[in-house]
């Protein structure tokens, strides 16, 4: 009977623990719906591009036009005799065994 008496005291304390309210929150509280919104800063980082960038891009747009250039021309150095034949037609064997 003791322990039976023992058993349930400690469980109404336990229990009753989880019963009480938690302790009002005040307005400095930062979880209290009345307080005041924390400070806002001004952007210290900027989304223009910075030196490295700029030189990335004005490298990549020479290789751009040079590509367009060698695509439209074909190469600029070289001899006469070293550019592609566009009027010669290929040679055609026809192996009948």
């Known amino acids: 009977m003791t322990r039976l008496f023992i058993f ?6 336990l229990l009753g623990g989880c019963a009480t309210a938690p302790p009002p929150l005040t307005a400095a509280h930062p979880a209290s719906p ?3 919104e924390g400070a806002r800063l001004a952007r210290q980082t900027s989304l223009r591009p910075d030196d490295a960038t700029r030189k990335s891009h004005a490298l990549l747009s020479a290789a751009q036009k040079e590509q367009e250039h060698w695509d439209a021309y074909g190469p600029v ?7 592609p ?3 010669a037609k290929p040679e055609m064997s026809h192996d009948h065994h």
């Open 34 to 36: 009345d307080a005041p």
């Open 85 to 87: 034949k566009t009027d």
């Open 77 to 83: 150095s070289g001899t006469p005799e070293d550019a």
């Open 8 to 13: 349930t005291f400690l469980a109404t304390v």
